[in-house]
């Protein structure tokens, strides 16, 4: 099992910033495997890819974060944090990290955010 527990969400104005955090604990192995946030928004419930980080610290982006959203990997740790920039009303959603291992999903809890003046 491998539990995977976001922070970092709150209120915060258009233009601000943030920065989440997902620790993952557990049967983690080497914690080799991609880590996806992800983002659902409340009440669409439509869920959107906003960052995969791979173990050697490639990236990619969801069209929307581009450029304001960067995910980090420090070595040696099991935690990634995503790192929002200009934030925008419109990034107001629940944003959960997803890690796979061993043929299983795992979500963490989420941790919300709300952008709003």
């Known amino acids: 099992q491998v539990q995977l527990m976001e922070s970092g969400g709150g209120l915060v104005q258009p233009g601000g910033s943030l920065r989440l955090s997902c620790v993952a604990a557990?049967?983690?192995?080497?914690?080799?495997?991609?880590v996806t946030w992800y983002r659902q928004t409340v009440p669409q419930n439509e869920r959107e890819l906003v960052a995969?980080?791979?173990?050697?610290?490639?990236?990619i982006y969801g069209d929307s974060v581009k450029g304001r959203f960067t995910a980090t990997r420090p070595f040696g740790e099991k935690t990634v944090y995503l790192n929002m920039n200009n934030l925008k009303v419109e990034d107001t959603a629940v944003y959960y990290c997803?890690?796979?291992?061993?043929?299983?999903?795992?979500w963490g809890q989420g941790t919300p955010v709300t952008v709003s003046s």
């Open positions: 997803h890690y796979q291992e061993g043929g299983s999903d795992y």
């Open positions: 557990g049967e983690t192995g080497n914690f080799y495997n991609p």
């Open positions: 995969r980080i791979w173990y050697s610290g490639s990236t």
